[in-house]
C-alpha cells in the first residue's frame, strides 16, 4: 500500500541553525509533493509545491528538494526562528488531486 | 477573501446525538474535502467533492457518517449516531483545479461524552 513517512519524534533546533525535516515513501510514484505547516488549533497551511522533475524550490527561507531515486524529499528552514516551531506535514498528490498525508513532524526551535 | 469557514468551531455532544458540521469554500474553489485529524491517526481524507459531487467517499468510516454539498458555497458532514470514537478535530479544504493547492478551515473540534 502507499506509504508516506515522516519522523515522528519532535525535531529540537537551536535557533539560528537550519532545520532539516525528511519525508519518505513506498510504493508510490507522486507526480507533485507538498509541505504544509500546522499551528496548535489551525487547520494545515501551505508553503511549498514541489513536482517531480524539479529537483528543488526555494522561498525565502524554506527549501524542499525531491530525490526519485531516494523515494525521499527534504524540507530545509534555514536562519531558523522560535516562530517557526510547528508541525510541518508532508503529502503527495495523486492524478485526482488527492493528498496522502505524512502524520507530521514537530518542529522545536529553541531560543 | 474569508478563506475557508467552519461552524461551529467546536461542538461537545452526548453518544447517540446527530452533529452537523458546516462548511463554506473559497469563492470559485471547484474542490471540497472533509478530513478527520486526531493523534493516533493524523490526517485522513473523508470524502471529496468535485463540481459539487461526490467523487471519493471510501474514507468515510461508516454509514453513520454522511457528507452533502447541495450548491458550489455549502457542505455539511453529518453523523448519526455519533460515538466517543468519533471524537476529532474535522477540517474542511477547497481546492480549485486550476491551481495545486488546498486551503484549509480552522476545524471543527467535536468531542463525544
Known amino acids: 500500500s502507499q506509504k508516506i513517512e515522516q519522523n515522528s519524534e519532535a525535531l529540537n533546533i537551536q535557533e539560528g541553525k537550519t532545520a532539516t525535516l525528511t519525508c519518505n515513501y513506498t510504493n508510490y510514484s507522486p507526480a507533485y509533493l507538498q509541505w504544509y505547516r500546522q499551528d496548535p488549533g489551525r487547520g494545515p497551511v501551505f508553503l511549498l509545491l514541489?513536482?517531480?522533475n524539479e529537483k528543488e524550490k526555494r522561498k525565502e527561507r524554506l527549501k524542499v528538494t525531491f530525490d526519485t531515486t531516494l523515494k525521499q524529499s527534504l524540507f530545509h528552514i534555514t536562519a531558523s526562528q522560535p516562530a517557526d516551531s510547528a508541525t510541518y506535514l508532508c503529502a503527495w498528490t495523486d492524478s485526482n488531486y488527492q493528498l496522502i498525508w505524512g502524520a507530521g513532524t514537530k518542529l522545536i526551535i529553541k531560543p | 477573501d474569508a478563506g475557508v469557514i467552519q461552524s461551529p468551531r467546536h461542538e461537545v455532544t452526548e453518544m447517540g446525538q446527530e452533529v452537523t458540521l458546516r462548511c463554506k469554500p473559497i469563492?470559485?474553489?471547484?474542490?471540497l474535502f472533509w478530513y478527520r485529524q486526531t493523534m493516533m491517526r493524523g490526517l485522513e481524507l473523508l470524502i471529496y467533492f468535485n463540481n459539487n459531487v461526490p467523487i471519493d467517499d471510501s474514507g468515510m468510516p461508516e454509514d453513520r457518517f454522511s457528507a452533502k454539498m447541495p450548491n458550489a458555497s455549502f457542505s455539511t458532514l453529518k453523523i448519526q449516531p455519533s460515538e466517543p470514537r468519533d471524537s476529532a478535530v474535522y477540517f474542511c479544504a477547497s481546492f480549485e483545479l486550476a491551481g495545486d493547492t488546498q486551503y484549509f478551515g480552522p476545524g471543527t473540534r467535536l468531542t463525544v461524552l
Open positions: 469563492s470559485g474553489h471547484n474542490s
Open positions: 514541489i513536482r517531480e
